[in-house]
């Protein structure tokens, strides 16, 4: 799998960064509709139907299926436990998304975590 | 207020959707061997392919169990904080590779477990650090 590392990680990439677009819509959904955690089943209803008609909701999941059908592609041409270890990069895309595009402030623990899944990652690639 | 506190319950509850998690990823993967086809090269293969492994009855399998794990994971942080469930669900990331040894013969050198326990590491620090008071962005 030499020749193709290359293609399959892009590929896991691809996936990954899909995954990521889909959740930062899912959080701008979710935001926008200022919900405050509670066990009302009622409320819970209302707000999920709420989300269910928001646009933005169904283009996140058009990213989550695009996703999946990378996935599998990548499943078709790699073994399962590389491409599961690999496919925690996407910790590094939500990690820079939310620093660059949500604005969140993000810790030094949480930056040496990421540093070590680019690590592991890297190691899982060489071997 | 949520507690805090991981019950015997709750972690049984982890233990079954950190099988689960796997199960769907062995099933996705199974669905990819099912199928006889040659190598994805371009869309129109790639067409192809995702027709026959749509058709897999290990795919659907492998969805239907994504809804459960999901079912199970909003019960799981109804009852205990995210920062504490991923580390104990992050168990998976041991779990794939025994699977894959064991049910699917691939091979794992100890440099790729090397980079396994780094992962590991770097996804318990990252759920961790949802504890870390940090002031917000300007």
Redesign the interface.
């Given at each position: 799998m030499k020749e193709g590392l290359l293609l399959v990680l892009f590929l896991i990439a691809l996936t990954s960064l899909c995954d990521t677009i889909n959740q930062l819509f899912l959080k701008s959904a979710i935001d926008s509709l200022k919900f405050t955690p509670t066990?009302n089943f009622l409320k819970i209803s209302k707000f999920i139907f709420q989300l269910l008609i928001k646009p933005r909701l169904w283009l996140g999941f058009t990213f989550s299926l695009i996703s999946l059908?990378v996935?599998?592609?990548v499943?078709?041409?790699t073994?399962?436990?590389?491409a599961?270890?690999a496919d925690?990069m996407h910790?590094i895309f939500i990690?820079l998304a939310s620093r660059f595009i949500l604005?969140?402030?993000?810790?030094?623990?949480?930056w040496?975590?990421?540093?070590?899944?680019?690590?592991?990652?890297?190691?899982?690639?060489?071997? | 207020m949520f507690k805090k506190k991981v019950t015997f319950k709750v972690l049984l509850l982890l233990i079954a959707s950190d099988i689960l998690e796997t199960t769907v990823h062995f099933l996705f993967k199974k669905s990819t061997l099912d199928v006889s086809y040659g190598q994805v090269v371009d869309l129109t293969t790639m067409a192809a392919f995702l027709k026959a492994v749509f058709a897999s009855p290990f795919l659907w399998g492998g969805l239907l169990t994504v809804v459960t794990v999901f079912i199970l994971w909003s019960v799981v942080l109804s009852k205990i904080d995210l920062s504490v469930a991923v580390p104990i669900a992050s168990f998976s990331y041991i779990l794939i590779p025994v699977v894959s040894i064991i049910f699917l013969h691939e091979k794992i050198s100890a440099l790729r477990w090397l980079g396994v326990f780094f992962v590991l590491t770097g996804v318990i620090f990252v759920s961790l650090s949802s504890k870390e008071r940090v002031e917000p962005a300007k």
């Open positions: 066990f059908c996935w599998l592609v499943l078709s041409k073994d399962l436990n590389f599961f270890s925690s910790y990690a604005k969140e402030k993000m810790g030094a623990f949480r040496l975590g990421t540093g070590l899944i680019v690590t592991g990652i890297f190691f899982v690639s060489l071997s | -």
